[in-house]
């Protein structure tokens, strides 16, 4: 314990703490914590070499791996422009999109921060971190979306991750991973997507059932407390589920969602190593999720405007555009293990993610509106719900044999063409997208009239 402590101390001066091959085989790797390396660069020990060991040397390096140890610290600017912009009053088409923007290397920084606690904390630690944090920029959104009552966004938005994750990243992953490697048999380990189909599956029935109770009943107005109950209800099942997901995952059947490490480490290097000591890294994950709740509230409270002035869709703007910019980090660390052929990791990202979004964030919002005195429910009306349908069971097809090739891509990146497409020309206001918010008003007049 003293070795660790000593270790820590070390680290915090600027030294680095290395893992070793077994260390690391326990520390069990998930399949985003290898999609997210993808997209780092190790920094240059040279340029701090001769700042003597302190507290200056120590923030410095800290600086240095934070927002120059990614590929994409090129897009921090957007951040203090976005906040500018807000201060300035610029237009407000400009503070969503550079918000959007500066929502980007964030995500991927919140990414690389846990895995950094995780060394120091132990992979079940990390594991259950990784899993809280793993899509913090949607749950924030949504959050501050709910708290101005804009229900119909956080379903658009929750909605465009799943249908994201499912066929435009899974779908682009498989194509072209299939063009890379033509002459090489692509396999993966079909168990890990079973798991994440059949959860997928399990949360689609909860979306599915308020919506046929609602035609069932022949009345929105009647349907609707009974709807709101009944998604209450789902959404502590689904979390339920969730749970159980998680010691699945870490627990009983741990070996099935780590990520396998090429021998001939040509991602990978012999020696991983930690780079911000355990407390650095608490201090910078807090800042980095306050960063991202201050842009998420940008994007909450312009997206209308944005809408207007560019002339498409808030649904568009929701389902497609905002999924695509704020994971575009993960996003593309996906395809690049695709085109490497370690379809297990690509996998693990995308069925990963939207499994996490439809099982925790979804439910996770429904409780949250219901604790805020918000009328919540998980009909997504029927448009969202049949386009979510058709993703699910083309990515359940499309994954059932344990092999891939670029053709299954092909259909799953023109399923989102198409879905987008639809989006393109809906054109539904925000206040008409809670169902049930509108079937209780309708009830309520009725009741006030008899």
């Not at 109770?213 to 009647?222: E, H, K």
Request: with cysteine.
């Amino acid at each position: 314990m003293a070795s660790q402590d000593h270790q820590a101390w070390l680290l915090e001066q600027g030294n680095i703490k290395v893992l070793s091959r077994e260390h690391r085989h326990g520390h069990g790797r998930t399949a985003h914590n290898m999609s997210s390396s993808s997209l780092r660069k190790k920094s240059n020990p040279r340029l701090l070499s001769k700042i003597q060991p302190g507290v200056v040397r120590s923030i410095l390096t800290n600086f240095q791996e934070v927002f120059l140890g990614t590929k994409l610290s090129v897009l921090f600017p957007a951040v203090l422009l976005a906040i500018i912009a807000q201060l300035y009053h610029f237009g407000r088409p400009w503070v969503f999109a550079l918000s959007l923007l500066g929502l980007t290397p964030l995500a991927e920084r919140v990414s690389f921060l846990t895995e950094q606690i995780a060394y120091f904390t132990g992979p079940t630690v990390g594991g259950l971190l990784n899993a809280t944090c793993g899509n913090a920029t949607e749950l924030i959104i949504a959050i501050f979306a709910l708290s101005q009552n804009k229900v119909a966004l956080v379903k658009y938005s929750l909605l465009g991750s799943i249908l994201s994750n499912l066929l435009l990243v899974l779908g682009s992953s498989l194509f072209c991973g299939g063009i890379a490697n033509l002459r090489l048999e692509q396999k993966y380990d079909r168990r890990q997507a079973d798991v994440n189909s059949m959860l997928l599956l399990l949360g689609l029935l909860c979306h599915m059932l308020p919506l046929l109770f609602r035609y069932a009943a022949g009345s929105t107005a009647l349907a609707a407390v009974p709807t709101l109950n009944l998604s209450r209800a789902s959404s502590i099942v689904m979390l339920i589920a969730y749970i159980g997901y998680i010691v699945f995952q870490l627990f009983t059947h741990r070996q099935l969602f780590e990520a396998e490490e090429d021998p001939e480490g040509d991602d990978v290097s012999s020696e991983e190593t930690a780079v911000i000591g355990l407390w650095s890294g608490i201090a910078w994950l807090v800042g980095m999720t306050v960063v991202i709740a201050l842009l998420s509230g940008y994007v909450v409270g312009t997206i209308e405007a944005a809408s207007e002035s560019w002339g498409i869709s808030v649904s568009f703007i929701s389902i497609i555009l905002l999924p695509i910019v704020g994971n575009a980090a993960e996003h593309a660390g996906a395809i690049i293990f695709a085109f490497k052929n370690k379809l297990d990791i690509t996998l693990g990202v995308a069925l990963g993610s939207a499994t996490q979004i439809s099982m925790f964030v979804v439910p996770f919002c429904v409780i949250m509106a219901w604790i805020m005195g918000m009328k919540m429910d998980l009909n997504f009306n029927l448009l969202e719900t049949g386009s979510l349908a058709v993703a699910i069971i083309v990515t359940a097809f499309s994954l059932q044999d344990g092999t891939s090739h670029y053709m299954k891509g092909l259909v799953m990146l023109l399923c989102y063409i198409v879905i987008g497409s639809c989006f393109w020309v809906t054109n539904i206001p925000l206040n008409q997208g809670n169902v049930v918010n509108l079937g209780l008003q309708s009830s309520t007049g009725a009741v006030l009239q008899a």
